[in-house]
């Protein structure tokens, strides 16, 4: 069983910033991509940042030069800091990785629960 447990989610001013943290746990093998997608209210999920094992990136461009996503293989966990925060950021954040159980699974897409995020004065 695969877990991905988000933190760092909240109420913010806009221009403000906020870190979020995901954790993954449990049978893991490797996790090749690791990253968030967000939930605006009343539209579908998106992306927003994604990240490899290597450390290569790709942002949505709504993010981009305000957004940083980031990794520590070591621990399974990749975090999202966000600068310069607008009101149309509000959404719930989710969680991805793509997480190979053993050397010869393939790799199974695994989701947190999600955080909220509101920019609002």
């Known amino acids: 069983q695969v877990q991905l447990v988000e933190s760092g989610g909240g109420l913010v001013q806009p221009g403000g910033s906020l870190r979020l943290s995901c954790a993954a746990s449990g049978s893991i093998f490797s996790i090749n991509v690791m990253g968030w997608y967000r939930r605006p209210p009343g539209k579908e999920r998106e992306l927003v940042a994604v990240?490899?094992?290597?450390?290569?990136?790709n942002y949505a461009d709504s993010v981009k030069g305000r957004f940083t996503v980031s990794r520590d293989n070591a621990k399974n966990t990749v975090y999202l800091q966000m600068n310069s925060l607008k009101p149309e950021d509000t959404a719930v954040y989710y969680c991805?990785?793509?997480?190979?159980?053993?050397?010869?699974?393939?790799?199974?897409?695994?989701w947190g629960q999600g955080t909220q995020v509101t920019v609002s004065s």
């Open positions: 991805y990785g793509g997480v190979r159980v053993d050397y010869s699974s393939k790799v199974e897409p695994y």
């Open positions: 990240i490899t094992s290597g450390g290569s990136t």
